[in-house]
């Protein structure tokens, strides 16, 4: 599917005007001018309005720029989600598993499904790179990382 | 660096002998001592002299830890504590903001009052100071020229719930004058504020206002304090300066998770007892101009209450909304 | 006179073995935990701090402040090589640092980091030890007024840092300064925008927005192709490891401007060390006569602010000695430590201990000497991390950033938030808005919204404040000539135009 570049301005100054919104409906409940001074409402209001100006500007410069015919490449930010994603998993799995197991889990996905290595490539980086973060940090430096069940 | 840390450990490995207590409780892991300031913090360094003092005093069988866990006011530190429910080797040190922050904020769920009460140990006295060129030689001078000028002297200070401002609140109420409070996040910024001469008042704790007033850079007009300070040997209290309002200490304690039985309460109750009672704690005490607050859980407990009501009369009177 | 005698006098102090050794230390583990990122001095220099009660207070002064001003060496490493910063101040070197490892000169950026690093620290020691007490009493006329028009001075780079639209340039900044302003309002104890989330009260840290839409971006944006095996070209040969003649006499400029700049910025107990290099990098490139060039890997933009926060240390260390007052988190330790010796630090600091401080002054340009030739070998070293092959190097540069995270704030939420962040950086990439006026918005929006507050509170409400002190008007005018440049240069093609057609 060709989607036009000028979509992409239109659509994301769409999301940033529904933030600037959310944001001067916010600043204008908290107070603008206190006894002393500026209260805490006064400087989101302002940026809150250039915010909701600028995204303006965006949304209609799109409208009628000229549309450019670049193709969304979908299937490379495809790849790139599904890291993202892997990330976040083990960035879940960080409370129950501990950092090791989650972060080996993480490298060998990248290495075995994202790069395709052979799997036991991809096992001996995961054990070997998720081995080193453990002597490295908390270990040499005494910096402490998430442990879970495996005690780690 | 765990290798020089390990080196302080074994400086230090000569302190774990021949400790031995009567309770049944002892700690068997390193202690966790949860603080809600980064490194550098009021609370990290209290909590590292202690875990220093308690090293040099054989104190404690174990060493002590300090972990920060920072955010929201303390309301990531207690919710941390809260976490570790009935965990017997960790314990937090906490400050007044423990209490205040759960007033103002609806996103802080964990007070004091749900964590278990150890000992309150330290209370921070301290002094009202202006630059020396100003006019005012006495805080009647100051509260005067307040009258005057309705909102046109500046008080430089902290967070709008910080001590500072609950001393401004209690004299502007006390006396009908009104100045403006002007907050600023560093201790470093504030002082600068007033040596720079852009406000004209400051409270401030004895141990950083020692110095410069040696320098002849600021001049004390009276000392937040039931009694005189050591340092501060003709610097007349609010009382004695005519300003009949409570001396509110700056305030630093112990607490412990929930859930936690009640003799190791009695066991930390007794490490910091002998804490305070060392020559160690007596120096550190002199070097800041903090005073002894010793209280045991019992004790404490009651003067979460009186603090919290104070507080939140405090705030009324400040026009601030408080959520509980 | 008075000054070389003092200096004899620190050299006899630092060049003790035993004080050379902590010197040496010092600076080492000041360059790991820079290296590391998410370790930073403050944690380090706490942790330290039982172990230097066996020491004499000059060595141990000398340690710790050896591994404040060695871990802003050690920041560059990271930033250049996998576009994680490394320590807060070393954020803008990612911007030109590592699009030059992309080009394969990473030992050029790590080199011209180490040599700026060295000119700048060194500069700023001199300035410590030349306009020290006259100098702090200039920052004290510094206040709100004045931080207010530094801080929009720092925001008008935007115009600098602005790709191809400064429409979105300015959008990415808008809504750094909504990120800013997220957490508990100091003045009035207002929660805004923390969605009822207690984490949130203390607001978004930095760290984990700049690792996030700086280094995960990268990595996703990078695993879209399958076929690259190697991250980045690694030149053989270790001449080519190095930067070249031609790259210090670009840096000519940079050297003196980093270093200038960071002292000055240093001294400002309210300002820091990522607001200066932000403001050096903007300087840099607004005089330099390739500034299209810039973010694309010019050898400036490493030196001017990898300078800028080597230089800090020696500015910040200004109010630390002469008036007992921090301006920073490790300034901050490094006072308590002071006190916890038994030193009254203040006003009266450098006459009462004269030897402590000539010492500590001598040997921070030991310290600088050292950890120059400590840093240039490893160097090619470190050039060399980049043979790893894509599959295992970008894992690791996710682990990194997540141990960097969690090591900063012992908070697995703020490692969701890194998560977050680092989609957020994918998806602005894709749709061409840039990165950096992101994190400027977010490093200045807090501090300017406090300056604007605390000044209209000084004057009652009256904007006068801003521009009739003589400082803060003449930075708010710079602003505004800064943020008129790129209007100047559109009417320029405009006529051009027009005289063509």
Redesign the interface.
Known sequence: MARKFGAADFYSGLVLAALATYIIVQARQWEYLGPDGPGPGFFPLWYGIAMAALSGVLVLSSAWREKSAERVEWQKIGRALAVWFALAVSVAALKPLGFVASFAALTFFIAAVMYRRPLALAAAVAAASAAAFYVLFPLALGVPLPAGVFGF | ??E??A??VM??AGSFVEVAFAQGFQPTRPIEVVVHT????GS??LA??V??MV?KEKLLPVRMQ????????A??AA?YLAEKKGDPNTIGFFTGVWLT?PL??????VSLKDLTPVVRLVLEPAVIAVKTDAPYKTLADFVAAARQHP??L?QSGG???SRDNVVRQLLQKHTGARW??????????R???L??G??NMMVIEP??A???I??G?IRVLAQVSDRRLSGFPDVPTLKEAGFDVPAVPQVRGVVAPPGIPKENVAYWEDVFLKLTRSNSWRKFLD??QFEDGYQNAAELARFYDEFTDRMREILKDA??KTVR | MEILAGLMQGFAVALQPANLLWCLVGVVLGTVVGIMPGLGPPATIAMLLPLTFLMNPAGAMIMLAGIYYGAKYGGSTTSILLNVPGESASVVTCLDGYQMARQGRAGAALGIAAIASFIAGTVGVLGLMLVAPPLAKVALSFSSPEYFALMALGLAMVVLLAGRSMVKALLAMLAGLWIAGIGTDLFSTTSRFTFGRMELLSGVDFVVVAIGVFAIAEVLANMEAREETRLLPVPKGLRNLLPTVQDLKDCRFAFANGSVVGFLIGVLPGAGSTIASFISYGLEKAVSRRRERFGTGVVEGVAAPEGVNNSETGGALVPLLTLGIPGSGTTAVLLAALVLWGFKPGPLFIPENPALFWGLVASMYIGNVMLLILNLPLVPAFAQVLRAPAFVLYPVILGISIVGVYSASGSLFDVALLAAFGLLGYVMRKLDYPAAPLILGLVLGGAMERALRQSLMMSEGSLSILVARPISAVMLSLALLILLIPLFTKVNAWRLRALDS
């Open positions: 660096m765990k020089i840390a080196l302080a400086a230090f980064g490194p550098g913090g990290d360094l590292r002299a875990a220093l090293e300090v972990v920060n866990k920072t955010g929201g006011g309301a990531v919710a922050s103002t904020s609806a996103e802080a769920r909102g046109q500046k967070s709008i719930t403006a409070f002007i907050s600023f996040p560093g201790g470093g910024e002082m600068a504020a040596l720079g852009h406000v141990a950083e020692g110095e410069h040696r320098a850079n070097d800041n026009g601030i």
